[in-house]
């Protein structure tokens, strides 16, 4: 079976409500696609592209789109909509500052998604906001709200003119009614991931622009930002700790970095490991482009290791990853890990099993078994050990092997079973 | 079997609980493997490794340390690097360029490090410690880690001086945070590089670095050490040894009194019982000496591999050879004549094994062993006695013994 799919012959991908969305500047079409790679829709431009897309976003209302300036260390982040069939141009933020040396190739827009509370008709200018976020700070004067769709599916985009809490002050009335529920959405600010801080090429840094008027408002160095191709913004739900929280992601290596970009120096909510790795065990797959939808991750790739076996294209292709807690790895210890062939000797087996986000999973079954020529063996009744019990810590098992009378190399197996 | 294991594709390791560590200079990534090979995880690196290699990795319990080559080849850069917060960051970095007086080219470096506990509860904002063990190794101008505390969090302090105990240390600022009595404790003392140069001419030798200031205190001329790729520290709890390999064997130098006290055979020949393998690095765990070799030899087979694997040696004494004599070897077969046999049971530091059980049988129908169950004595060795039979004929006598633990 091929293991291709979106067949996009550009390095970026969105996904919007099942469809797989990319800019085409050869076609000025923005591609709508399944995910089989049949294409569902286009919506042509009003504004023609000049240069190929590197990466882009979507806000729950807009699409994002970076390129390239027309200058040297310049980058084009624009704002498009769709409109009547079209794909039409909203705005356009030009990052050119000889101060800087903009070279990046992935971005993402910090956008929220609420509802309202309470009812409210046409003609209204205040309205409050079921949101545990404080909103000032994040959503300012100047900056939009799109409230909606409504019943009747209508939607409108207002200007901000004050906040108070949850209340906001609309600088121009309500065209529509809507009900306590519906909808509530705004960005504010673009992430960029600079390959230079400043002009020091030699280091990456995170930039924080305003999505509006397209200034720099911060800069964080740091070479783990260098080089990023593929970063995007969601709401999260999988660290369990911590409930929704709102983060910033980004691939390097072959983890999926989560950025709290709410903590001063940007600490990580966590990571994830991917399968990004060639068969060679060593060559990491790189990452386009990403897109989070509920609880799965999608990632545009031209390469992908199926069951050992690693695969290329000439297209980019989606290859899925998931937020939901799975067994990634389980790690070994023999305790000794020599000991005589006197079919009494033992050796203690601890098992650490974790999942991809390298927490220890408590509460799973570990199946021990021997690979062995011989009678060595798990000791009876040690052979199925769950994981945080017997006094161990969490998400290790222990087990004991005890040898057989036959000098050998003797591998001892553990399983643990996806739930 | 296939025996390769962890598949490294590069010739240095660190063992971190269960899984093993390496640092990849072209992703720029510390990459953590599980025992069969697998990727468990990987941390990215900041500042990147920009190309250049590691040579050899360190871990204290607490900090990953690692060797570079510096600006040219007789410069070394040694960095100590903190995984937190999903990344792994420097946080210390230690350039040893060359001078008149020096020169460097290493293969191999080791961390002499201690880690211990708290013996009282430390609250925020105070001024002391008192430390379980490793009191003598902690100096004033000692930087220790103190953590993690029941909340998760570490913390640095700088030891000032000795208080009215001498296991008791104070410090230079007050501690942020409360750590309870039996918070793990970490501190490294020295390093101690290999050389391939002795000062800045040609010879090999070992350089003691002390820590934090990052001082050479300590030069030991040593040709030997040219020819080191693999060295580790090892900690018995009451004696400090710098391992190193040469050749087919371990050497254990004592750093207390920088003599190399033990010497411990390895498995690393080929089949042909004449090519040494070469040992990349090793590290101890517990009892056991982690070797990182891409060749290995198993019961009397040469494998190959194309990426970097661990073979074990076990440090606890275990029986590595028994060895028997018998005298007189020519008997009448008379049924009268006897001869002393003496089997003498060595472990692998080739010390004798003392009170080891060790059971003799001969091939002989009419003669016979007096002892056939005989313990060793202070040198390692069990006598019996072999009574001669009566058919003239070779007799093959055999000595059995078992490592039980």
């Not at chain 1, 509370?117 to 003609?123: D, F, P, T």
């Not at chain 2, 900690?235 to 130098?253: A, H, P, W």
């Not at chain 2, 990349?280 to 070797?291: A, E, F, M, P, S």
């Not at chain 2, 028997?324 to 080739?350: H, T």
Request: with cysteine; aromatic share 12%; charged share 15%.
């Amino acid at each position: 079976m091929a293991n291709d799919n979106l067949n996009f012959r550009k390095p970026h991908m969105t996904f919007v409500d099942g469809y797989f969305y990319m800019f085409d500047d050869d076609t000025d079409m923005l591609l709508q696609k399944t995910d089989d790679g049949v294409t569902s829709f286009s919506f042509p431009f009003d504004t023609l592209m000049s240069n190929t897309v590197d990466s882009i976003e979507h806000d729950g209302v807009n699409f994002w789109s970076m390129e390239d300036g027309s200058a040297d260390d310049t980058k084009v982040i624009r704002r498009w909509a769709l409109d009547n069939y079209a794909c039409k141009l909203q705005s356009t933020v030009t990052l050119s500052n000889p101060a800087h040396t903009f070279s990046s190739d992935t971005f993402s827009v910090e956008h929220y998604h609420c509802t309202i509370s309470g009812g409210y008709s046409e003609g209204d200018t205040i309205i409050t906001v079921d949101v545990d976020t404080e909103l000032p700070g994040l959503l300012q004067s100047g900056m939009a709200m799109t409230i909606g769709p409504n019943t009747a599916g209508r939607q409108e985009t207002i200007n901000i003119q004050h906040v108070a809490g949850k209340v906001i002050t609309l600088a121009d009335p309500l065209e529509y009614s809507y009900i306590n529920g519906d909808s509530f959405q705004f960005y504010n600010y673009l992430w960029m991931f600079n390959n230079a801080h400043g002009t020091n090429t030699s280091t990456g840094a995170l930039y924080k622009i305003n999505a509006y008027s397209g200034s720099v408002i911060a800069t964080y160095p740091g070479g783990v930002y260098k080089g990023v191709k593929a970063a995007t913004f969601s709401e999260i739900t999988h660290f369990t700790e911590l409930g929704a929280v709102n983060s910033l992601m980004y691939v390097k290596a072959s983890n999926l970095l989560f950025i709290n970009i709410n903590s001063a120096s940007l600490d990580y909510y966590g990571s994830m490991a991917m399968d990004t790795i060639k068969d060679d065990e060593v060559s990491i797959i790189t990452v386009y482009d990403l897109a989070v939808y509920n609880k799965n991750v999608y990632r545009l790739q031209r390469f992908a290791t199926y069951y050992g076996a690693t695969e290329g294209w000439a297209t980019y292709n989606y290859q899925a990853a998931t937020f939901n807690s799975m067994v990634a790895s389980i790690g070994m210890v023999a305790s000794p890990n020599i000991i005589a062939a006197n079919g009494t000797s033992v050796s203690e087996i601890i098992a650490s099993v974790r999942d991809q986000f390298a927490q220890p999973i408590d509460g799973r079954l570990v199946y021990f078994a021997v690979d062995s020529e011989n009678d060595g063996a798990i000791v009876d009744g040690q052979e199925i050990v769950n994981t945080g019990s017997g006094g161990m810590s969490a998400g290790k098992a222990q087990t004991t092997y005890r040898a057989g009378e036959v000098a050998e190399l003797v591998r001892i197996l553990a399983r643990v079973d996806q739930v | 079997m296939a025996h390769e294991n962890i598949r490294f594709p590069r010739n240095h390791m660190a063992i971190r609980d269960e899984y093993f560590y390496y640092f990849d200079e072209r992703n720029d990534t510390l990459n953590q493997k599980v025992s069969d090979g697998a990727t468990a995880f990987t941390y990215p690196l900041d500042p990147p490794l920009g190309g250049n290699a590691v040579i050899s990795v360190e871990y204290d319990g607490f900090n990953f340390w690692t060797l570079q080559e510096g600006n040219t080849s007789e410069d070394v850069v040694i960095k100590k690097w903190l995984v937190s917060n999903y990344i792994c960051e420097v946080v210390d970095t230690i350039e040893l360029a060359h001078s008149a007086d020096h020169k460097f080219n290493s293969s191999s470096f080791s961390l002499e490090f201690y880690n211990t506990t708290l013996v009282t509860t430390v609250s925020g904002r105070t001024s002391q410690i008192t430390l379980a063990g490793y009191a003598d190794y902690v100096d004033p101008g000692t930087i220790i880690t103190l953590g993690p505390n029941s909340e998760g969090v570490y913390e640095n302090v700088t030891v000032t001086g000795t208080l009215n105990t001498s296991n008791s240390f104070g410090l230079g600022f007050y501690t942020f945070n409360t750590y309870e009595a039996g918070t793990k404790v970490y501190f490294p003392k020295s390093i101690w590089l290999v050389n391939n140069f002795l000062y800045n001419s040609a010879g090999g030798s070992l350089y003691k670095i002390t820590l934090p200031n990052k001082q050479i205190t300590e030069v030991i001329a040593d040709e030997d050490f040219e020819y080191v790729d693999a060295s580790c520290f090892y900690n018995t709890g009451s004696e400090q040894y710098i391992l190193y390999v040469l050749g087919t064997t371990v050497r254990f130098l004592n750093i207390d009194s920088l003599t190399n006290e033990k010497s411990m055979l390895l498995d690393n020949i080929k089949n042909d019982q004449s090519t040494g393998i070469t040992v990349y690095d090793i590290k101890v765990k517990g009892d056991t000496l982690y070797r990182l070799q891409n060749k290995a030899t198993y019961f009397g087979t040469d494998y190959t591999f194309s990426t970097y694997n661990y073979q074990f040696s076990t440090i606890r004494p275990f029986v590595d050879s028994i060895t028997v004599d018998v005298n007189p070897k020519i008997l009448p077969s008379n049924g009268i004549n006897v001869a002393e046999i003496q089997a003498v049971v060595r472990d692998q530091f080739n010390a004798p094994i003392q009170i080891k059980s060790v059971t003799f049988s001969d091939s002989d129908a009419t003669g016979f062993i007096s002892s056939t169950f005989v313990y060793t004595n202070h040198y390692g060795i069990a006598a019996s006695v072999y009574k001669a039979g009566t058919i003239p004929g070779n007799v093959t006598i055999t000595a059995l013994t078992t490592q039980y633990d």
